[in-house]
């Protein structure tokens, strides 16, 4: 989870510092992807109950 979570702003740092609109898109979609791991995380996480339900909550709404 803190993988994906640290991943996600550096892709879109390093998008945005390509200087080109093209790879800002692509680096943006990788981002998303990154979100989306984590996002499953979440879910797979709060099965196995490793935190109560309001935390979850939270979690998945600030996601």
Do not use: W
């Amino acid at each position: 989870m803190r993988r994906c979570s640290v991943s996600i702003p550096s892709n879109i740092a390093e998008g945005h510092g390509r200087n080109s609109t093209g790879d800002y898109l692509r680096f943006l979609q990788i981002a998303t992807g990154s979100l989306c791991e984590l996002q499953t995380q979440l879910v797979i996480a709060n099965n196995l109950s490793f935190f109560s339900e309001k935390e979850f909550d939270t979690l998945e709404e600030n996601a």
